[in-house]
């Protein structure tokens, strides 16, 4: 499912790897800081089913997940965002992060 999708819209449901757990995407292209480094991830997301009630967000790529539960909603603003894709991120000035990756050597849950 994710081959043919640049990028998952917002409400889109996933499985990431190493977890059994499903989580809800709610952010595209989060600035966040781990280690000092400011830089962006894909998606953040909230654990499911109660969402966002620790202020704990997780962050990851796409590379990181495994499933796509539901893809969330599509309309003409996400459209637009998938054709544009390619231009959004090259014009990104953050360095990505990776889970557990050389850039972020460490979790990819964070509070917010």
């Given at each position: ?20 757990e499903p ?90």
């Amino acid at each position: 499912m994710l081959d043919n999708l640049k990028i998952l819209p917002i409400g889109s449901v996933v499985i990431i790897n190493g977890s059994t757990e499903p989580v809800m995407i709610v952010s595209a292209f989060p600035v966040t800081t781990s280690d000092g480094q400011e830089g962006y991830f894909d998606f953040g997301a909230v654990p499911l089913p109660l969402g966002l009630v620790s202020h704990e967000m997780l962050f990851f790529n796409k590379e990181d997940i495994s499933s796509v539960l539901f893809v969330g909603y599509i309309d003409t603003g996400y459209q637009m965002l998938h054709q544009k894709y390619d231009e959004l991120v090259a014009s990104i000035i953050h360095e990505k992060l990776m889970i557990g990756g050389e850039k972020n050597a460490g979790n990819y849950s964070k509070k917010i």
